[in-house]
C-alpha cells in the first residue's frame, strides 16, 4: 500500500502546508528524509508552533467540570446485543501495537510477551477476533511490524482482503534548550520518540487503511490497547453507538486510589466532554485531579469511531484534528538521566472525544481494563486469580468477586521479565484468595504456594530466600521471624 494517499498529496500541494518557517526547516528536513508523510510533518509543525507560542498543553481545574454520571454498560437493554452482533461483520478490531515494553526489560513488542499458559498478548487477541467474527488490524510501530506481523500470518491467510497492520508515525525529539531538533550521533534512533497513540486517526489516513476500510463496507472500529486483555469487542456497546449513531465513544470506569494518576474525563464550561492526561495538569491543581471523589471516571483507552465520520472531519479539517497536547519533558538518552533534556511533543487517542460532535463516554465495569504496564499486572495474570475462557478472554476468576489482587514486587529484584522468571521459576503462586500481595527483598518461589488474604513476604537480608514448596500464608508475614520488621 502506498504511504500517500491522493487526500494526502493533494494536501501537499496546499500552501498553507509547503511554507514553513525557518525554525521549523531542520525538522522537515529530517522528516522528510525519512519518507515521513506531508500530512504528519503538517500536524507536528502544528503542535511545534505552540511549543513555541509558549503553550503548555495543561487544562486547569477552574476551566472543567467534573462527570457526576454517564450511561451504564451493565444497565443497557439486552435489544442491543442483537444490534451489536448484526454490526459485526461492519466492524474492524483496531490493536495499538507500537510498544517494545523496555519498562520491563523487554527488546522486541511486548505483545510477543508470553502471557498465559504459553500463549502470548498477540495469540490471544488474534484468537479473540477470529472468536468474534471481526479483522483485526494493529497500529504497528517500525519496531514491532516485522515480528508480530510473523505471528499473525500464522492466525491469519495472506489473502485476506486486506492488509493486518499499518504504521504510526515517528517524530523528532525536540531539544528544551533552544527548541531545535535533537542530535545523537553514537545511536541517531534515539532522535526519534513515537508521538502518542492520537496519531491513529493521521497514520489510518496517510497509511491508505481508512480508505481501504471504507471502499470494503466497514462502518465501525473498535480500539483499544494490545496489553489490555479486557478489551474484547463487546456487542452491547457496539448495539449502543449503532444505535444511537454516535461518532465517537469512550470507555471509562470507576477510579479507584490505584488510578489517581489516570487520566480522567471532565467537562469544559460549555458542556463538551474532554480528557485529561496527569501531564497536562497543572502543578497547582494535582490535588483535585487525584480526587477521585470528584473526577469519578478514568479513561480506559477502549474506544469506539465511526469510520466515515472520522473521514468526513478529517477531510473537513485538512487533516488536522488540533488534538490537546501532551509536552512530555524527558532525556534524550531515557538510560542516562544526565543526558540533554528534550520534549517529546504527543496527543492521546481518547482525547478526540473533544473533536467529534456528538461524542459520548459510557462506564464499564473493571473488567475492561486489565492492562499489563508492570511485572506486578504479569504475575497477577499469569496466577489463577485469572482464567483463560474457551473464547480466549482473560477474566477474573469466579472467586474473586470482580476484584483483581493488589500485588506489588519491589522493583530492586522483580523490575523485568526475565527477573520475575528466575524468581518464579515454577509459575506464580495462587493469588485466586489473595487480596494483597506485597514482596520486598529477594526470594525464589517454590511450586504450590498457596497465598490468602493480605500477604507479605519480607527479607532484609542481601541472601536470596528460598520459599518452600506447597507453603500456604493466609494473612500474615512470612517468614513468621519478619513479624514486626519495619
Known amino acids: 500500500m502506498d504511504t500517500y494517499t491522493n487526500s494526502s498529496e493533494k494536501l501537499a500541494e496546499d500552501s498553507h502546508i509547503t511554507s514553513y518557517s525557518a525554525r521549523f526547516a531542520p525538522f522537515v528536513e529530517r522528516m522528510r528524509a525519512e519518507h515521513v508523510s506531508e500530512i504528519f510533518i503538517d500536524n507536528f509543525a502544528y503542535y511545534y508552533d505552540k511549543l513555541l507560542d509558549g503553550d503548555d498543553g495543561l487544562i486547569s481545574e477552574r476551566s472543567i467540570v467534573p462527570v457526576d454520571s454517564l450511561p451504564d454498560v451493565e444497565r443497557l437493554p439486552d435489544s442491543l446485543e442483537a444490534v451489536g452482533r448484526a454490526a459485526i461483520k461492519k466492524t474492524v478490531i483496531i490493536k495499538l501495537n ?21 500463549l502470548t498478548f498477540l495469540d490471544i487477541i488474534a484468537q479473540q477476533a477470529i472468536g468474534v467474527g471481526a479483522p483485526l488490524l494493529l497500529m504497528n510501530s517500525f519496531a514491532t511490524e516485522e515480528a508480530s506481523l510473523k505471528v499473525l500470518q500464522r492466525y491469519f491467510p495472506q489473502s485476506r482482503d486486506m492488509p493486518l497492520s499499518f504504521l504510526q508515525h515517528k517524530q523528532p525529539k525536540v531539544c528544551a534548550d533552544g527548541f531545535g531538533p535533537a542530535s545523537f550521533p553514537e545511536d541517531p534512533e534515539m532522535e526519534w520518540c513515537p508521538p502518542g497513540h492520537g496519531d491513529l486517526y493521521i497514520a489510518l489516513a496517510t497509511s491508505g487503511m481508512l480508505t481501504s476500510l471504507l471502499d470494503a463496507g466497514y462502518e465501525y472500529a473498535f480500539v483499544s490497547n494490545a496489553d489490555n486483555l479486557g478489551a474484547v469487542l463487546e456487542p452491547h456497546i457496539l448495539g449502543y453507538l449503532a444505535q444511537r449513531e454516535l461518532p465517537f465513544l469512550v470507555e471509562v470506569a470507576d477510579r479507584t486510589p490505584a488510578d489517581r494518576k489516570g487520566g480522567h474525563l471532565a467537562r469544559r464550561q460549555d458542556g463538551q466532554l474532554i480528557l485529561r492526561e496527569i501531564a497536562q495538569c497543572p502543578a497547582e491543581d494535582m490535588a483535585t485531579f487525584q480526587d477521585i471523589g470528584r473526577h469519578r471516571y478514568f479513561n480506559t483507552n477502549n474506544l469506539w469511531l465511526h469510520l466515515p465520520t472520522l473521514q468526513r472531519v478529517l477531510e473537513e479539517r485538512h487533516f488536522r484534528l488540533g488534538l490537546p497536547m ?22 492521546a487517542m481518547g482525547s478526540a472525544i473533544a473533536v467529534f460532535d456528538g461524542a459520548e463516554a459510557v462506564r464499564v465495569p473493571r473488567t475492561r481494563f486489565a492492562p499489563v504496564k508492570k511485572t506486578n499486572d504479569l504475575l497477577a495474570v499469569r496466577s489463577d486469580a485469572y482464567v483463560l475462557t474457551e ?7 469466579d472467586e474473586r468477586g470482580g476484584e483483581p489482587p493488589t500485588v506489588e514486587l519491589d522493583s530492586e529484584h522483580y523490575r523485568f ?7 518464579f521459576p515454577m509459575g506464580a503462586p495462587s493469588l485466586r484468595g489473595c487480596d494483597r500481595l506485597q514482596v520486598d527483598g529477594e526470594f525464589r518461589f517454590g511450586c504450590g504456594v498457596v497465598l490468602r488474604g493480605d500477604v507479605h513476604f519480607l527479607n532484609t537480608s542481601t541472601d536470596c530466600m528460598l520459599v518452600p514448596d506447597e507453603l500456604v500464608v493466609d494473612n500474615a508475614v512470612w517468614p513468621p521471624s519478619a513479624a514486626g520488621q519495619p
Not at 473464547?391 to 476468576?397: G, Q
Request: no cysteine.
Open 417 to 423: 521479565v526475565n527477573d520475575l522468571d528466575q524468581h
Open 391 to 397: 473464547d480466549f478472554r482473560v477474566v477474573l476468576a
Open 98 to 118: 507500537g510498544g517494545l515494553g523496555t519498562g520491563m526489560g523487554l527488546t522486541g513488542p511486548k505483545s510477543l510477551l508470553e502471557v498465559r499458559e504459553g
Open 326 to 347: 501532551i509536552r512530555n519533558r524527558k532525556t534524550l538518552d531515557p538510560r542516562d538521566p544526565e543526558s540533554p533534556a528534550v520534549y517529546q511533543l504527543e496527543t
